[in-house]
Nanobody, 115 residues
């Protein structure tokens, strides 16, 4: 079992910044991918960014240049630094862990971008 807990959501004005954290616990494989997804009201869950155990990063085009994903392997924690936030970034953000056997999700954290 892998457990994920997200931190750092909240309300921010357009143009502002937030940093999300995802702490993972449990038995994890070294070959894995962790990432962030988001779901806005009335929309499907979508990829934001992922990072592999070897550090390869992938971003959705809508966040390239504004969001940065990083990992602190010693703490089993993944971060999402979000800059230049826009109202359309408003969503529940979910942390995800995936390996050859498992696909785990956190409970989600709300990010609201509004003036």
């Amino acid at each position: 079992q892998v457990q994920l807990v997200e931190y750092g959501g909240g309300l921010v004005q357009p143009g502002g910044s937030l940093r999300l954290s995802c702490a993972a616990s449990g038995s994890m494989f070294s070959i894995n991918t962790m990432g962030w997804y988001r779901q806005a009201p009335g929309k499907q869950r979508e990829l934001v960014a992922t990072i592999t155990g070897t550090g390869f990063k992938n971003y959705d085009d809508s966040v390239k240049g504004r969001f940065t994903i990083s990992a602190e392997n010693a703490k089993n924690t993944v971060y999402l630094q979000m800059n230049s936030l826009r109202p359309e970034d408003t969503a529940v953000y979910y942390c995800n862990y995936r390996d050859s056997l498992r696909d785990a999700w956190g409970q989600g954290t709300q990010v609201t971008v509004s003036s």
